[in-house]
């Protein structure tokens, strides 16, 4: 005698060695020997043969339609699979046809619900409905996730992925059909969802890929500024006086945000009086107002090679930047200096300055650098005045400590983007034009930190210690310029926290209430959220950096370089700055020069691959 059970939701059959009354000893077809439970049994059988029975069940239940079966079947009640196989074939059902009917029960759950063992239930019409619809689904898309695959491993984009290219690139949904069809092909070919994407050509520009991708995560509303962009600012400041310095400002030939500018006017008995003006946006961009709110959402410019999103509208920036031969409104710190070079008292004014005169890095460097300087003389419309500056930096930078800085060696590189042909141009840090520019910066961050601290108002100060850079309320020192307390102040329409710190100082100055005080939450939410998106973009600006560095080699067609070894085995390259790790590289002393051979530029991934040829002669 043969048994057909039920064993982890499957059916089984075997022959019957013992019957214990509440177990069976039973052998399988195969001979494997095991003990069930009476309970488990479906029914006892001894036709057809135990090796052939499966096979004929089979056979009948192929036939069966489980709708035509759900139609026929008590809808509200359950059921027997017995009665239902009598209802069905009109007879008592034989072995075989009484396991089909189980066999159909058991495959078909979104017709019939088990509630026991042998015991079931019609589903309901409108969840059975539901169910195959869910299935008709899952089948078209199965067919449609085929076909994908297909194309893509011709290398042919499908219609439907290019208008969700962004999001596949960016933010996939890694349950789409759309993806799991990109896994898919990439296993089997062995590439990255970026490298089948563009060989699909759905990545046109390998720069739009990497700047898209830093605007898709940090810029999710775009880089517009919508209906503020076109709203200038009301005001025009005419309560303000009017300073008769000649003023002058220095910035790169692309600088469009200018917050600086510099006056030199002489005072008797060979003093001077040197003025530091900062464009004063602060004046007219009120506290959570919507402009204040969207600069507080960016917390800076964010610069790249050729491009940058700036942190205010450019009506904005016009109406603040110290254009030359227009008034604009100032928040200016005058120092009277001593021939010695010595400051002897300082004030801070609240003022509009004409700016005379716009100069840009690459035409005054021409005439303002370290040659011109040695002999004591050059001919500039200013050259006076830089002169004097140019003195005066230096005596700020010997007081604070830092006139043998090695910092001072270093070189910077300037980007310029022409229709995608790239210039790089390399500078040595400590220049004239640098030294000028940032010694007076530093000193005007400086002094205005002190004048917070002096005054008992909170500020956002920028302090380093054991080389670690942080910001705070509280002021402390900056070991790494060498002053006792920094607060940026110098740039209110590049950095959200300087034109916080611009709004403090011009309450101080008016002896009105500070905006913020130190447990102000606008305060200590615009200081959190900007060291972290100062830092994002920091990196981002680095990557693109990398990235022109590579579109240079190429266009170059350099194969061949020198380079110095920076450690173990990375090395920086020369004429650009780009630093690579190189496996082949022998072990060799810091600071040595070698040669190296140069392929596989991958400009999606910014790498490269650099294999050491020589060491290269001192």
């Known amino acids: 005698m043969n048994v057909f059970y039920e064993e982890t939701g499957t059916f089984k059959v075997g022959t019957i060695l013992a019957d214990n ?26 036709t057809p043969p135990l090796s052939e029975f499966m096979d004929h069940v089979q056979k009948v239940a192929d036939e069966l339609d489980p709708n035509f079966l759900w139609e026929c079947c008590t809808q509200d009640a359950e059921f027997t699979s017995d009665t239902l196989a ?15 009917i189980l066999l159909l029960l058991q495959n078909a759950p979104m017709y019939f619900y088990k509630k026991a063992l042998g015991r079931y239930k019609a589903a309901p019409p409108d969840a059975l409905k539901a169910a195959l619809a869910s299935q008709e689904k899952k089948r078209l898309q199965a067919e449609q996730q085929a076909r994908y695959v297909e194309q893509l491993n011709r290398f042919v984009l499908p219609e439907e992925f290019k208008p969700r ?49 830093f605007i898709w995560e940090h810029f999710p509303e775009g880089v517009r500024f919508g209906e503020l962009g076109s709203q200038p600012t009301l005001h025009d400041f005419l309560d303000l006086p009017i300073s008769d310095v000649v003023a002058f400002s220095i910035d790169d030939a692309s600088t469009t945000e200018i917050d600086d500018a510099f006056s030199v006017t002489s005072l008797p008995f060979g003093s001077f009086r040197i003025g530091i003006h900062i464009a004063a946006p602060a004046l007219g961009i009120d506290p959570e107002s919507a402009l204040d709110q969207i600069a507080a959402t960016r917390l800076s410019t964010v610069y790249l090679p050729g491009n940058k999103i700036t942190m ?32 002897i008292s300082s004030e801070s004014k609240i003022e509009k300055i004409k700016v005379a005169a716009n100069l840009r890095h690459n035409m005054l460097e021409q005439h303002f650098n370290e040659t011109s300087l040695n002999k004591g003389s050059f001919a500039h419309t200013f050259s006076k005045e830089l002169s004097l500056l140019w003195k005066f930096a230096c005596k700020m930078e010997n007081q604070r400590g830092k006139a043998n800085d090695t910092n001072n060696d270093k070189i910077d590189y300037s980007f310029e983007i022409n229709d995608d042909h790239v210039t790089i141009s390399e500078r040595r840090r400590g220049s004239p034009i640098d030294k000028v520019v940032s010694e007076l910066m530093i ?27 942080k910001m705070s309320t509280s002021p402390a020192p900056h070991q790494g310029l060498g002053v006792p307390q920094y607060a940026w102040s110098s740039s209110p329409m590049r950095r959200y926290v300087d034109l916080v710190n611009q709004r403090q100082l011009i309450a101080l100055l008016r002896g ?25 973009y920091g990196e981002f600006q680095r990557a693109m950096e990398r990235y022109w560095c590579l579109r240079w080699l190429l266009q170059e067609k350099i194969q061949i370089t020198n380079a110095q070894v920076i450690k173990e085995n990375l090395v ?5 700055p780009l630093v690579t790790r190189v496996p082949s590289l022998p072990e060799i002393a810091p600071g040595t020069y070698v040669q190296l051979k140069l392929s596989e530029i991958d400009l999606l991934e910014r790498s490269l691959h650099a294999e050491f040829l020589q060491r290269q002669d001192a």
């Open 21 to 46: 009354t509440t177990s069976l000893q039973i052998e399988a077809v195969h001979g494997k020997r095991s003990k069930i439970k009476a309970t488990s049994v479906l029914f006892r059988f001894a």
């Open 165 to 213: 290219i962004s999001n596949l690139l960016y933010k996939p949904d890694k349950n789409s059909i759309e993806w799991k069809a990109l896994e898919a092909v990439c296993t089997e070919k062995k590439l990255t969802v970026v490298k089948l994407m563009e060989k699909c050509g759905a990545i046109a520009s390998s720069h739009d890929y990497h700047f898209n991708q």
């Open 312 to 343: 205010l509208p450019d009506a904005i920036i016009n109406h603040f930047t110290l254009t030359e031969n227009r008034l604009q409104p100032s928040l200016s710190l005058y120092l009277d200096v001593a021939d010695d070079f010595t400051v």
């Open 512 to 536: 009105e209430p500070p905006p913020y005080t130190k447990e102000s939450n606008s305060l200590l939410i615009a200081m959190r959220d900007f060291e972290t998106a100062y830092g994002i």
């Open 86 to 100: 009598a209802d069905y074939f009109g007879h008592t059902p034989s072995p075989v046809e009484a396991a089909a």
């Open 572 to 576: 920086k390259l020369d004429r650009i």
């Open 443 to 469: 000193y005007v961050n400086t002094e205005w930190g002190k004048q917070l601290t002096d005054a008992g108002i909170t500020g956002i100060f920028r302090s380093q210690a054991n080389g670690k850079v």
